[in-house]
């Protein structure tokens, strides 16, 4: 007897690291957003600046020539518009006008920036841009006189308002008032006790980012030029192991009229506070055509991309749709008023950052963390969720502080319980299966044919008529009907036996099964409904909805 076994399935749909059938953008965020972290520079020092005082002889002559400038009509007669000039044209020369004297004043004050970079090695290496963890003087100098002269300048503007006795300031004449010691008390600010510090903002242990989050200190390997230069800077935290890394690629993976992927903070939602941490931690994923090979006037080489990039992504990894590393955002055109213009972004290309990371001696590498990771993604996407599980808990294992693995545990966890799961079974499983069903059906031909000899031996010759049939009558042997011989022998019951062999149809998606009659009913069919992810349209970070909702970066 021949026995047709189940068919077994295929083991899955390409390769294990090919990508789903999910979006790009969805499947390159769920990849690379654990190794995208937020990271600070932050400045520390004493403000001290003089007060001021005013230099009268030289505000004698400015009255002089405030004069002969009405009487030649050049300004208007009344004392308002006399004043406005005195101020404009102290604030084009502050120092002619006024002068250090003392007390100095001093203020604590703090100031630095956020950007964004990614793990290279499992270890702790870390790159972002160079502009990104240190800035030049006269640029630090800037940030210090906004964050700690404010209430100096509007302290001294006050004072020179109040000296024009009966005049009364309007707006124009308060902004003016403000500016004259906006640029003296600049001019004149020295920092004091300047100390630097870098870190990185990582989750603590258990998984998920979100308050738990804190400041790990970070180490300045090297440090390059700042955008036009080549804008790298190599970071180090220590006592770190497993980290989920992104690989590197190549330049030629990418060329003119491809997409590329940029990942990072931008400040609008990082400097915004109505957001919460999370939110923050968030990276966001921007998608864009590769518009031109650039180079600077000093050779470096750029990318020019209109993937969107606004403040705070500088240092964020740009991927191609292959989700490899093929270089990184460094600067984008902003407005006169200095808003970031999406239409240009560009990014300093792989080979560069392949040849500072050389220069260091630091090779890029995956830990198990992020293979498994990786792994566990492709399982998700394809609705194979009892795959999928145990390998996000072993990453979970691997790296407690992993910011997602503990929601996408949650979520394949549910969507086993709703039955979603469509994994396939293993070959051998299906092999035991129809052996398990051979095996049956021969116990049982052996049980029929047991039974229907014994019911032979045992029965005594009964003759049978038909149903309603009389009984023929008894004619002489020398009279009997002509063909016939003799007596006609009872026919022999039939064996009763069941149904061998059942091949049973299930749902959409079901499982194939064997069996049917008596010896056992088919398995319910799994209908599994497609996991469906537009999370490349919101680059939302880490916020993983239910799996028929998908996900959203």
């Known amino acids: 007897m021949a026995v047709a076994l189940p068919a077994a399935p295929a083991v899955a749909d390409g390769a294990p690291d090919e990508r789903p ?3 790009v953008g969805t499947w390159l965020a769920a990849r690379t957003q654990p190794a995208v972290q937020l990271t600070s520079f932050t400045y520390t020092g004493t403000v001290a600046v003089p007060t001021s005082t005013i230099n009268q002889n030289a505000v004698n002559q400015l009255t002089e020539q405030a004069v002969l400038a009405v009487q030649a009509g050049k300004i ?5 518009s006399i004043a406005k000039w005195l101020f404009q044209q102290i604030a084009a020369d502050v120092d002619t006008y006024l002068a250090e004297t003392t007390p100095e004043r001093t203020v604590d004050a703090e100031v630095g920036g956020l950007c964004t970079g990614w793990w290279v090695t499992p270890d702790g290496y870390m790159v972002t841009g160079a502009h990104c963890v240190q800035v030049g003087e006269t640029e630090l100098g800037q940030l210090f006189a906004q964050q700690a002269l404010a209430k100096f300048n509007e302290q001294d503007a006050k004072e020179i308002i109040s000296g024009l006795q009966n005049i009364a300031a309007d707006e124009e004449m308060v902004k003016l008032a403000q500016q004259i010691y906006v640029t003296f008390n600049t001019n004149h600010m020295k920092i004091r006790g300047l100390k630097q510090s870098l870190s990185v903002l990582q989750s603590l242990p258990g998984g998920g980012v979100d308050k738990t989050a804190k400041a790990v200190p970070a180490e300045l390997v090297s440090v390059g030029e700042s955008y036009p230069g080549k804008d790298f800077a190599l970071l180090k935290v220590n006592g770190q192991q497993n980290l989920p890394t992104v690989p590197l690629g ?6 003119t009229g491809d997409s590329l992927y940029i990942s990072g903070f931008p400040g609008l939602v990082t400097n915004t506070p109505f957001f919460s941490l999370e939110s923050k931690l968030e990276p966001a994923l921007t998608e864009g055509p590769y518009n031109a090979k650039r180079t600077t006037q000093t050779g470096v080489p750029y990318i020019q991309t209109q993937a969107p990039s606004y403040q705070g992504n500088s240092g964020g990894p740009v991927f191609s749709k292959d989700g490899k590393v093929i270089g990184m955002l460094i600067a984008g055109t902003v407005s006169e008023g200095g808003e970031a213009s999406e239409s240009e972004s560009f990014v300093l290309p792989v080979s560069i950052i392949k040849e500072k990371l050389g220069e260091k001696n630091v090779k890029p590498a995956q830990a198990v963390t992020t293979v498994r990771y990786n792994e566990a993604l ?7 969720f009892e795959d999928a599980l145990p390998k996000f808990r072993e990453v979970q294992a691997l790296f407690p502080n992993h910011p997602y693995v ?7 966890q549910a969507a086993i319980s709703a039955g979603k799961d469509e994994s396939p079974r293993p070959l051998l499983m299906w092999v035991l299966i129809g052996a398990g069903v051979l095996v049956a059906i021969v116990l049982a031909l052996v049980v029929v044919k047991l ?5 032979r031996r045992s029965s005594p010759p009964v003759s049978y008529a038909p149903y309603g049939a009389v009984p023929p009558p008894s004619w002489p042997r020398h009279q009997l009907p002509a063909g016939h011989a003799g007596q006609a022998s009872p026919p022999v019951p039939p064996a009763h036996g069941g149904t061998y062999a059942h091949n049973g149809q299930g749902g959409h998606g079901a ?3 064997a069996g049917g009659g008596q010896y056992g009913n088919p398995p319910q069919g799994h209908a599994g409904q497609p996991y469906l992810d537009d999370r490349t349209r919101d680059a939302r970070y880490g916020q993983f909805a239910p799996p028929r909702d998908g996900h959203s970066s």
């Open 76 to 80: 208007s007669s009344d004392e308002r």
């Open 250 to 255: 190549d330049d030629a993976d990418v060329r």
């Open 451 to 455: 039974l229907g000899k014994r019911r």
């Open 511 to 513: 499982r194939p099964y």
């Open 406 to 412: 503990a929601k996408y545990i949650s979520d394949t």
């Open 21 to 23: 059938d999910v979006p």
């Open 378 to 384: 492709n399982d998700y996407f394809r609705n194979y």
